[in-house]
Structure formats: structure tokens, C-alpha cells
């Protein structure tokens, strides 16, 4: 049996922003959601990358709906951003920013009905393809211990636990992972993508 071939969109800022900020509305699990104006405000003036998988309904294969998406953008020595400086002030007893080009996985999920088909590994090794070329040393990805299929995700995508901040509530613990990069990692890749920009 052949494995699917991903349709992956890549996206420019604004078209982008608005995509995304549609999408979040089907992931339920996120107490909070972005705004297409937070998104430009992060991505605007820094490297990034917007893709989205998109896969047809079940039912309806003429119908092809976004199911999966991923925003990461580079993560400097000297941010500006309140949020972005406090990130780097808390890694930076495990990255050396001043010698290595970050990669931040932003934002990212699957639909729950899609998840377990291959579109967020997909994502990933287009991320990680994207990154190697633009002379990245490694991805940074943050999240919490309770976000359990992530975790799994993120172990099963090679990616290691590079610090972890306990909390009074143990799921609430931010749990901080890293991947290596390198002509290496894409070695490893095994989906096949169409990827369409623009």
C-alpha cells in the first residue's frame, strides 16, 4: 500500500495570519486563541514560516478543509517582545543563542478526527527541510505536561526534553524540547508532500 501524498500549503504573512486564526476556532483543547493581529505582530519583521495540511472530508473528497497547521519563526539572542526575551532568558542555560540559529515552533495541532494520519509529521519534516535550508541549528518547541498527545507527537518526531519548569500543578509544568538539525534529519524524512506557496 503507497502512503498518502500531504497536500501542504505555505502561507505569506497576512493571507497567512487569517488562515490560521480561522483554523483555531476547531481546536477546542487551547484555552486561548490568536488573533490575526497577534500573529502579524509576532511574525512581522523576523524569518517565519506558515503551513497548513489540507486533506478532503471523508464523506465528501471533492471538499478539501485545512486539518493541520504549524507557525514557527526564528528566536533571537536580543528580543524586543516581552514574551519572546523571557523565552530566551529561560533557555539560555540550554541553547547558546549567541552562536546557534533558533528555530521556535510558534504554534501548532491537528483537527482531533485527523489526528494519527501522518499530517502533522508531514508538517514537520517540511518545517525541518525549510530550516535546514535557511542554515537553522535546531528547532525549539514549548509546551505542558498535560498536553499528553503533543508530548507523544513530539517524542515520536525525535524531538528531546531540554528543560523542564515544575509547577505547583504537575500538568501545568512547561516542559521545553529541542531537535537537532542538519542534512542529517532530512535523511530520516519519509512523507510524501505536494507543497503549494503562495
Same mark, same amino acid.
Given at each position: ?16 495570519? !487569517? ?23 509576532? !511574525? ?18 471533492? #471538499? ?18 516581552? $514574551?519572546?526575551?523571557? !523565552? ?26 485527523? *489526528? %494519527?494520519? %501522518?499530517?502533522? *509529521? ?8 525549510? #530550516?535546514?535550508? $535557511? %542554515? ?14 503533543? *508530548? ?28 537537532? !538539525? ?9 512523507? *510524501?508532500? $505536494?507543497?503549494?506557496?503562495?
Amino acid at each position: 500500500m503507497s502512503s498518502p501524498n500531504y497536500l501542504i500549503r505555505e502561507y505569506p504573512l497576512q493571507q497567512g495570519a !487569517l488562515e490560521i486564526a480561522y483554523i483555531e476556532e476547531f481546536f477546542n483543547e487551547f484555552p486561548t486563541r490568536k488573533t490575526a493581529a497577534e500573529i502579524i505582530g509576532r !511574525l512581522e519583521g523576523r524569518e517565519f514560516q506558515i503551513l497548513m495540511a489540507d486533506s478532503a472530508l471523508p464523506d465528501e473528497s471533492a #471538499a478539501v478543509v485545512p486539518v493541520s497547521y504549524k507557525v514557527s519563526h526564528e528566536l533571537r539572542a536580543e528580543e524586543h517582545d516581552p $514574551q519572546l526575551a523571557d !523565552l530566551v532568558a529561560r533557555l539560555s542555560d540550554t541553547i547558546d543563542f549567541g552562536r546557534e540559529r533558533v528555530l521556535y515552533n510558534w504554534l501548532g495541532a491537528t483537527r482531533l478526527d485527523w *489526528r %494519527g494520519q %501522518g499530517h502533522f *509529521r508531514a508538517l514537520t519534516e517540511e518545517q525541518e527541510f525549510w #530550516a535546514v535550508t $535557511q %542554515g537553522y541549528d535546531s528547532i525549539v518547541v514549548k509546551t505542558k505536561n498535560r498536553y499528553y498527545d503533543m *508530548r507523544g507527537t513530539l517524542d515520536s518526531l525525535q524531538f528531546n526534553v531540554i528543560k523542564l519548569e515544575p509547577a505547583a500543578d504537575p500538568l501545568e509544568s512547561k516542559v521545553y524540547l529541542a531537535k537537532r !538539525l542538519g542534512p542529517f534529519v532530512l535523511d530520516a524524512h519519509r512523507s *510524501r508532500r $505536494q507543497v503549494v506557496r503562495g
